[in-house]
């Protein structure tokens, strides 16, 4: 027999209690990992190239649109290397559930900037550049919807309405695009702004941002400080900034997110640190007779402590272990579900290096109290109370 | 007469001198011991009665280490347990001492071998010799064919076989028990007494056992009598 024979045997003497502590802490973990797995899909990766390309924006959100005008004015700017106005369109195919988001851009100066994201075959580039209703297609998109190149396919616009009257656009899928970085979408696509900028009734010479590749980054800020100040006072004001810096106002966002998982997680850990401290002191309590006679063979306080402290480790190993155990298999379960809504939703090296963080917390946290009464217990008090 | 100054040249396992103790309660001292002294020889099988609260347990606590004495010198086998800290004391339990409760107090979860070993678990040596200690230990209290039962499926007067087993396994030099039979019917008293005999006789084990009760008194070499805190008579068995 060794020191852990007792603490193992220790733990399970009363079953009922110990499955209900190792319940709570599996729960508290179960909903640390779900959500923690559901709040880093959210995150965006760093964008590669997001240092250096700029984005012209609507002061007030890029959902709010820019006179395609600017796009021009830009490009005259003597620090823009390439310029590209973007517009977004929110479409579906055959049913409203099949949404697609869609960029309605000038092929070559969108492609040259987006080297970095998407890769595009030459022959494919050249089709899509030549192609008036052509449309580039992400690899991911184009086998989900069966679209081969040549298809002609019908989109329906959520928001924008054709002067006849319609919502249907129809296009020529042109290319195929591959993702340019390990894990990038793949499940966009991209039309020519001309063709369908010429058809819309309403909005139309609007556009959501510009693209721009500064000459020279140093310059970028100054160039981004013209670029406003030029729109200072008109009925769209601009805010020019980097990628980067739009992907960290984005991430504020997540950041709120990631903010509100803290608060529930925490929340989960404080009722378990209660309700399983509580349980563990009353638990010492019970046994002082117990801590009497282990005093009296010779234990030490240290090994007496040492011995409540193993058994509260046991217990919280053991509910975090299942309650990650479940919260990887609803995960997997989940991330399956939705992997085209939002993908890379898996239990992260980093989620499993926070749960051994938060296990350590848990055993400091509830079992300090415990550990310290049961090295504490005096044996003639102790004894006296048979 | 003094039982120190009656043996003076023998081999003394425990010798107290002018022991003081009392207990705080609320403001007032309570005095239980006043310069008690005591010597018991190495070997002997002391029997302590006396009245409810004349101070029996205190004794036997202090003797173990486990309470402190106010003043007063307190010697096992020459070694001055008195001025020990609460570590030092609990390593020379751990090496010196055997304890037999009323209430046997064994470990509920685990067999009886592994209650026998638990005092083990404070020293070093081979599985193998733990083991072989451990069937020594059983044997010698007749329990060799319960090694693997659950206390709570044995008997009173087995349960607390194996706290003498418990007792003995770390071979100490000195074994006290508080009232070992109190809670036992006669069989299983008598074969209690019978043990503790034979840990003496053959052993040669130092034990201090605390009785009401005059039969089992009777088992031991020599009854001491506790009153108010003092020995009134010595009495030697026969
Ligand atoms: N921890 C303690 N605090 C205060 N008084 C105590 C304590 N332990 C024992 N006493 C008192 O000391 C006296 C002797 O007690 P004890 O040694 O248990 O007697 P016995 O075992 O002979 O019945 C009793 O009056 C008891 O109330
Ligand atoms: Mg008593």
Redesign the interface.
Known sequence: MRETTLVRRNALRNPVRMLLMVGCIAVAFLIFGVLSAVATAFRLEDQPGGHERMMVVNRNGFQQTLPIAYARDVARQPNVAVSSPVRMALVYWRQPKDIVSAVMVEPETYLDLSKDVVKVADEDRARFVATRDGLLVGRALAERYGWKRGDQVTLQSFTDLREDGSRAWRFTVAGIYTAAQPGGSELAMAGHFAYYNEALLTGRDRINWVLVQGRDLAANDAMARTIDAGYANSAAATRTQSEAALGRAFLSQIGDLMLIVRLIVGAAFVVILCVVGNTLIFMVGERTGEIGVLKTLGFSRLRVARIFAGEVALIAVAGAVAGMSVAALIVSALGTALKDVLPGMTMGASTLAMAAGLVALLILLTGILPVLQAGRVNIVEALGRK | MNFMQRVPAVDNLIDIVDLSKSYRRGSTEVPIFDKLSLSIERGRFVALMGPSGSGKTTLL?LL?G??RPNSGMLAVDGERIDGYS??GL??????T?G?I???Y?L????TAA?NV???L??HRMSAKERRRRVDTALDVVGLADRARHRPRELSGGQQQRVAIA?ALVADPKLILADEPTGDLDRPSANAVLEILRLLADELGKTIVMVTHDPVAARAADLTLHLEKGRFVNEAVAA
């Not at chain 2, 609990?90 to 090496?95: L, S």
């Open positions: 606590n173990a486990i309470d609460e570590s609990t390593q020379w339990r751990a090496n001492l304890f409760f009323q209430f107090n470990m509920p979860m685990l592994q070993e638990l005092p678990l404070l418990r």
